[in-house]
């Protein structure tokens, strides 16, 4: 009888492993830990996948060699129930989880967790871990490990009827195995209610930057709920539990939701997050951003990382870049001439070769908008094909040529970093009204900082669009309906100019959005061109006149004016100093001239065409059906 007992209760912790299955799923709101006992295996657990009328939340547990690029599917019958938007920890030779959320299908039903779970590294057996003292129930918060303590900050608990945010502090002794809550002291300096933050420890320090919350506010007897964007940052002193503001420096990233954030050496790394931009007619516009900024952590000043593209990769997108045809006629070539004048005026001034070092971020500015959503075509990550009869809604992602590889913007992505490499795995972004949930893996060298190689690609999103069936409108919103449609044919070939069906995804080259543009001419409306041209600016960054020529400006007087920015931007990468940093900053400087005057020509002829259109007159109103895109983003938040 004994036997038979303790047989049963080993069946029941039987631990089943599958080597070499297919990838996970695509999924957002995972975590992705690296294994302390093999800093190059990945365990990835968790996550969530909406796909337009159903929600699907994992449970399933992966461990993914990236050497011999082999995925593990570990399935245990005492595992955690399925979650995502949880955080873990790794320590020795365990993994620590907490938290997170359930959403069933139908989305009905809305579950927040407060268990907490280890999982053994070397056997592959989880164990619930039951202390008293734990945290409420909650997801969107941040866990990391300081030494031998796990510290929990922030999140937030949505009832259906109401979300609260935290900022309450809980550490977990795993030495003695106890919960303990740091409470703030009288006149003490604190952090206010969040989530989807981002929490980092270096040395004696725990770094807590951004987040998102909403408040609630009462105007006219209507409640209504505004979602607000942190920028700030704080740091912790674990010995004291004391929270400082970190004065920001440098060039900081501009306000996001849904970034990703890790450390390597003395500097964070921060990747991706949205930006919404309300426009008119109550569109909202959605930057998915892709660009990477460092801190680092010994003097605290931020700047952003511009990769170093090998040199026959560069070589062949800057000969791509005018052997287009669209760009024949108006792009700016620098001649060799002007390229030898430069360098030789540089060489001419290497006798200090220690002055590059000293560079004052602080005249340099700190608009670094560089990736956009953009009004007018449709576009996402990956693989497929543009339609260009597209939507209201793209996302266009800062590449000049195919040849160069760069994970697409996002939010909710897990990023980690382990032997000097930088991962990046899955998300999700918005075409249209649709959300992409991404399952690609990206890998980035730390210490060449030259060029991302994809390691999975994305495989193709599935979107389902509600049937009559599943979702029965009531009849005032089917005469809404019927009434657009009546707009749309009245409107004709200039609605179909901008409407599609296919959210297939792939990446767009800045020129072909302007191209885009300027083929549709006036088919679309005046003020619907100038949000695309603004759109384009802000995605090219051509706000930040550090990154940007001015009309006019040769290679030579762009580098001359920008030269600051950009032997800081390579001593980032490399270390150099003196000429060897001013031939960095320069071929930096060189590809950003090259990508930027053939579109900025045709941006000027096509401002110069909205300008002569708008001093015409007023233009005729024309109906048109409007995109309401202000959902819920609290998906940012986690």
Known sequence: MQLNLQKEEAKKKEVHIEDNVPAPSPRSNCSLTINPLKDTELILYGGEFYNGNKTFVYGDLYRYDVEKQE????????????????????????????????????????????????????????????????????????????????VIFGGFYDTLREVRYFNDLHVFDLDQFKWQEIKPRPGSLWPSPRSGFQFIVYQDMIYLYGGYSKEVSSLDKKVSEKGIVHSDMWCLDPRTWEWNKVK????????????????????ALLFGGVVDMEMEG???????????????????????????????????????????????????????????????????????????MEIDVNNISDNMKRNATIVGGEVASGSG?????????????????????????????????????????????????????????????????????????ASESEWVEASDDEDVEDDSEMEESESDDDDVEESGDEEDAIE????????????DAVAIIKGEGKNIRRKDKRARIEQIRASL???????????????????????????MAAYEHTQHT??????????????????????????????????????????????????NNNKNKLSASR
């Not at 897990?414 to 075409?431: A, P, R, S």
């Not at 020529?549 to 762009?558: A, H, Q, R, W």
Request: with cysteine.
């Open 71 to 150: 995925w593990k599917l570990i399935s245990s019958p005492n595992s955690p129930p399925p979650r995502s938007a949880h955080q873990t920890v790794a320590w020795k030779n365990y993994l620590y989880v907490y938290g997170g959320e359930f959403t069933s299908p139908n989305q009905e039903r809305f579950h927040h967790y407060k268990d907490f779970w280890v999982l053994d590294l070397k056997t592959n057996q989880w164990e619930q871990l039951n202390y008293k003292g734990c945290p409420s129930p909650r997801s969107g918060h941040r866990m990391v490990l300081y030494k031998h303590k796990i």
């Open 500 to 511: 599609g069906t296919n959210g297939a995804t792939v990446s767009l080259q800045m020129g």
């Open 541 to 567: 960054g051509l706000s930040d006149s550090q990154r940007t020529p001015m009309p006019g400006e040769s290679l030579k007087d762009f580098y001359k004016r920008t030269n600051m920015y950009w032997q």
């Open 578 to 627: 003196g000429k060897e940093l001013r031939r960095d900053g320069f071929d930096l400087a060189e590809f950003r001239y090259k990508e930027l005057k053939p579109i900025l020509d045709e941006l000027a002829i096509l401002e110069a065409e909205q300008k002569a259109e708008e001093e015409e007159g007023p233009e005729t109103s024309v109906s048109r059906k409007k995109v």
């Open 248 to 267: 920001k420096s440098g060039m900081p990233p501009g306000p996001r939701a849904g970034f990703s954030m890790c450390v390597h050496k003395k500097r």
């Open 282 to 356: 109550d569109t909202m516009i959605s930057l998915f951003l892709n660009e990477i900024y460092g801190f680092q952590l010994d003097n605290h000043r931020w700047y952003p990382l511009e990769l170093r593209k090998e040199k026959a990769t560069k070589d062949k997108s800057k000969k791509d870049l005018y052997m287009r045809p669209d760009n024949a006629d108006l792009g700016s070539k620098t001649s060799i001439v002007e390229k030898e004048n430069l360098s030789s005026d540089e060489d001419e001034n290497s006798d200090n070769d220690d002055s590059a």
């Open 385 to 457: 094909k543009m339609d260009l009869q597209s939507s209201k809604r793209v996302a266009v992602q800062n590449s000049i040529s195919p040849e160069i590889v760069k994970p697409c913007g996002r939010i909710n992505s897990c990023m980690v970093v382990g032997k000097d490499t930088l991962y990046v795995y899955g998300g999700m972004m918005e075409i249209r009204d649709q959300e992409i949930t991404l399952d690609d893996l990206y890998m980035l060298n730390l210490s060449k900082l030259d060029e991302w190689k994809c390691v999975i690609q």
